[in-house]
């Protein structure tokens, strides 16, 4: 007969069974009355999410939290593994939103707070993150709840996230600069505003091309992000 159990029922049955210091689920097996030894189940944690954690850090993100639900022990040794710089286990999907909360009132005014999730429990912190992120072999509802999905369930696609809206931004704002820029002198000239002051005029034939060349000038800086 085989018996399959914790400590405590190892210990009903009369079967002492060997303590397991390390992190995990532990399956206690015992033969024919005797103890066989144990097994012990846990979650492997996800290729490259060291270094994910530590592109974040060099991505200038200043402050890494855990929020899970397993056990303290498991979070914080995974937490230490990684070089995450906080840890808060055993929590509740209300308690999620609560450490949200906090992050939130904590953080300078000029920084943004990010939460990754990809369970059902995470979903009331995802709406409530200033940037909710998903991945995306999550739940149906963490992605409905998320700002931003990541396709592939990669967890080093966050920083990668974060560098590409950046990068959007800056070329946004480029953009924008060379529209203005590019206008506020091509308008009065096409005009002949500065025909009564410098006797400068723009033919209609190049201010057609001219406007070519804008727009040709914004996309071909937009395409620098690809």
Known sequence: A?????????ERLGIP???CHQVGTVVHVAIDGAYAGH?????????????AIENLKKAGVTRTVMLTGDRKQVADTVAKELGI?????ELLPADKVAQVERLLREKPKKEKLAFVGDGINDAPALTRADVGIAIGAGT??????????LMKSRLSDVPAAIRLSRATLRN????L???????????????GVWIPFFGWKLNPMFGAAAM???????VTNALQIG
């Open 85 to 89: 710089d906080e840890v808060h286990a």
């Open 17 to 19: 069974a060997v303590e």
């Open 212 to 218: 070519s060349l804008s727009s040709f000038c914004v």
């Open 177 to 191: 600069f060379w529209a203005f820029f590019y206008n506020i002198i091509g308008i009065p000239l096409a005009a």
């Open 172 to 175: 946004i704002h480029e953009n």
């Open 39 to 51: 097994i012990l189940i846990s979650d492997r944690i996800k290729p490259h999410a060291k270094q």
């Open 2 to 10: 085989v018996a399959v159990g914790n400590t405590k029922l190892m």
């Open 140 to 149: 149906d509802i963490a992605i409905d709840a998320a700002d931003v999905v």
